[in-house]
């Protein structure tokens, strides 16, 4: 079992930037790949990135890609996404998901948190 927490979602105007946290606890965190989701209110969870085990390896959305970058601790067990030139049509719940590399890019993830809220004003 592994647990993920999310933190560092808030308010923030559009062009500013935020860092999420997603903590991991229990099983052996650096044995999985790692992804970033988000969820509009009204619309299907999307994809943002993800990240292997080692970090070597990162994958984006093409709506985020060259704004958001995605990172991993694997001592401290957290992985980041820093959020910057961020838009209106960035709100959302963004989740973090433990799971295989290859499978998170079609939302399918083994753990999930219950995920922090972003909020983007114009």
């Known amino acids: 079992q592994l647990q993920l927490v999310e933190s560092g979602g808030g308010l923030v105007q559009a062009g500013g930037s935020l860092r999420l946290s997603c903590a991991a606890s229990?099983?052996?965190?650096?044995?999985?790949?790692m992804g970033w989701f988000r969820q509009a209110p009204g619309k299907e969870r999307e994809f943002v990135a993800r990240i292997t085990w080692s970090g070597g390896n990162t994958y984006y959305a093409d709506s985020v890609k060259g704004r958001f970058t995605i990172s991993r601790d694997n001592a401290k067990k957290t992985v980041y996404l820093q959020m910057n030139s961020l838009k209106p049509e960035d709100t959302a719940v963004y989740s973090c998901?433990?799971?295989?590399?290859?499978?998170?890019?079609?939302?399918?993830?083994?753990?999930w948190g219950q995920g922090t809220q972003v909020t983007v004003s114009s």
């Open positions: 998901a433990a799971g295989a590399f290859r499978e998170l890019v079609n939302g399918r993830g083994d753990y």
């Open positions: 229990g099983r052996t965190f650096s044995n999985y790949a």
